[in-house]
Each structure stands twice: as C-alpha cells, then as structure tokens.
C-alpha cells in the first residue's frame, strides 16, 4: 500500500507501551494527529518535556482500559505487549485496528525501497549484523533497522528511494503486522521459544510465518533446511525459496560453501561454532542476491568477532575466562553457548518464567560443574537441577551468583551467563543484565 493510501491525519491514536519503537512512532505522527501516549511507568521528565512540545498527552495507566473507547480510530502498541493484555482485549471488541510502528512506517517508505527480513528463534542478530555490513562493504546503499536497536519510524529519514533495508524482526513485532511485505525474507531456524507470549509452540510459528505474508514467486524465502520446523512451515508458501544446510549451501570440517563452491576455510573464521556457520550461510544466500566478492567476504569474516552480549568474551580472570551469553533467552539459544564451551564451566541460569524447558539443556550439561540460578525461575531451575543430580546454588540475583563463583570458580574454569530467559523479571532488556554482568567481572578480583 502507498502512503497516500495509508496517510495518517486527524486521527485519534494511542500509543501503548514507551520503548524506543513507541517514542519513534509519536516523532513521526504528532504533528498531524492527535496522540495519546500510555505506559504503566512514568517516562522521565526529559520525555515528558518533548510529549509537551510535540502536543502529545501522556496517561499513566495499569491497563489502559481506561482510556480506550470508540473514540480511539487507531492503537499502536509496542511489540513487548501480549496479545492478552487487558487494554488490546478491549480494543478488539471495539474493532478498534491495532498495528505496531514498523507497520505504521512500512507505508512512509520512499518508492523502490528492497527489504530484508531476518527472523528466526537464533541468530537473527548476527544474520542481520553481518549482512548488513557485507552489504555496504559491497558498496550497496543500505540501513539498518528494527530489533535490532533501530526503530524503523527513527530510520525512515535516512532512507532514500532505491535503497536496500535490512530489518531484524521479533516474533513481537511480526505479531502486528498487516501490510508489511519483504522482498527477500530470512529464516534462521525455528524452536519452541516465547511460549508464554504466544500460548503454544503452534502460534508461535503461525506468526513466525508471517515473515512471508504477501509473497509471490518474485520474491526470495531463505530457509534452513536442517531445521524440520522450518521446511514444515515454509512447505506451502508462495516465495522462491533457497535454502541453506543444502547440498549446494552447506559447511563442513573444510569452510563454508555457496552453490558447492568453496567461499571461505573455516580456519579464516573468527566467530566459532556450528551455529554461526549457519547464521553465515544464510546471510551470504541474501548477499548473493545483490552482489558477491569472495575476498571482501574473506576480509570481513576474518574480522568479524559477533556481536555483544552473544557469547562474548567479556575477560580471562585468574586463568577464568567469563563469557557474556546474555541474549540467550530460551534454552536452545543456551544449547548452542555450552556447545563452544571446551572447559568445566560455571552457568549462571535464569531470569523471567515462561514456560521454559530446562530439560532441553540435558545433553550439553556434562560441561557444567554448577549451575548459579537467579531470578523467577530460580525455584524451579533448583528442581530441575536436583531432578537431574546436578550441583546447583540458589542466588535469585546476578551479583550473589557471582558472588559464589568467586569462591568456587578454579583456573582454567569458565564462567558463562547464559540464562536461557527473558531477562524481563530484573532489567528492562537483555542488553542491561549483560552490561551489569561485565561491571560484576571488572569488579570480581580488584
């Protein structure tokens, strides 16, 4: 759909939930709308100041059942709220339509703009990081946006027509979406993850799915063939798909190969592991359908060392290397973190409960000598550890746990925070545990 077809003027919306992508969205819309913003916390007084020049009124509500009524022509609400949430309840009795801000910005895109999607339950930051900087390396006029840190309402005045857009999207913020449409469409791998948002495993893929609406054969579906959920998923979908872990797309003990030809030794690889030659195939399959120069990839992947808070190398102790695994907020994601592990290690494990197996850890756990829980699984992660006889300390916090490494951690041990949950429980995002974490080491042996 065109702007002109979409143009949002005179409207009464409200705004629920003030993330980045909710304060982006009211930047672009104010001017022309009557906004109403909302949040259960009170935004500082800096934010409050700007929702007063720009005319926006701020209410703070629980729920927003109190604000929401026939008056209300749009809801725009940020991606961490549930679909069972009091005030979306509501709107839909109401018929009130209710979309996200990458749905609001995707109709203010200038003409000729060629979308990437990236989504999957791991490795879409990765994916998303490396093509996007693959791509400008290329010489590709390209920005970047979504969950990856960059709202698309904040990137829209950078965007010029005939650029290339990648955008990492959540399974949030696929829940929203409506009009929104790819050209080319990544799926990294699907596991059971965000359990509680969605209800079940099911739902979940459904709206994974959504990464393909509105595609025909002109458009381009990667997809990962050694991931049976994802080839069930993708059977009856419209796109021309290309898929990695392929007999032509594949790595081996060799390097990493692209229509069986041979792109780069594994050896000239900085990041490590199975999964990131995965997260690597699939970006180089979307690089391929712009342009594709064997030394610049060469030179980049031989540089590249991930990006934070995923298996991250935070500082080697007293012969104890602590890694910073933070955005592994499902068990899979952790899975995959004690994978590279090569030595007896430390797990800190825990944050928010949703519903999430532990259980699923059971065949990577002879690397662990202890497990630290914390958070509001902390309970729970003890039971599953005495079920399964492993050593385990309550801790509930972050700093206790490393409290307790510092008096059991030995040389040549590792330390990894890889807490396969939301971190929702005790900080506001992932990226603010993992930063507490490296401020815990710094301060460990001073």
Partial sequence: MKESDYMLENKKILVLGLGKSGIAVIKLLASKNNIIASDKKMPSEEILDEFKKLQVEFILSEDATDIIDNNIDLIIKSPGIEPFHLGIKKARELNIK???????????????VKIVGITGSNGKTTTTTMLHNLLKLHNISVVLGGNIGYPLCEVLKSIKEGDTLVLEISDHQLYDLIDFKTDISILTNLCPTHLDYHGNYENYKQ????????????????????NTDSLDLTKDILSTKKYFNSKDNYYNDEGIYIDNELVIKLDDIKIKGNHNYENILACLLALKEFAFDKEIIKNYLSNFKGVEHRIEIVDSKSNINFFNDSKATNPTSTL?????????????????????????????????????????????????????????????????????????????ENVLLSPASASWDQYDKFETRGEEFKKLVEKLYN
Avoid at 207 to 226: L, P, Q, S, W, Y
Avoid at 363 to 377: D, L, P, R, S
């Fill in 336 to 412: 995959i973190a004690l994978k590279t592990m090569k030595k007896k290690t430390h797990l800190i494990l825990g944050g928010k409960e949703r519903k999430q197996d532990f259980n699923e850890l059971n065949k990577e756990m002879g690397i662990v000598k202890c497990i630290y829980a914390i958070g509001e699984v902390t309970d729970r992660i003890m039971d599953y550890a005495n079920h399964n006889k492993l050593k385990c300390v309550k801790c509930y916090t972050l700093s206790k746990a490393m409290d307790e490494i510092k008096e059991n951690a030995l040389d040549g």
């Fill in 207 to 226: 709206v994974k799915k959504k990464i393909f609406n509105h595609h025909t054969k002109n458009d381009i579906a990667i997809i990962n063939e050694g």
């Fill in 98 to 112: 209710i979309v996200n801000e990458m749905e609001v910005a995707y109709h203010y895109l200038p003409k000729n």
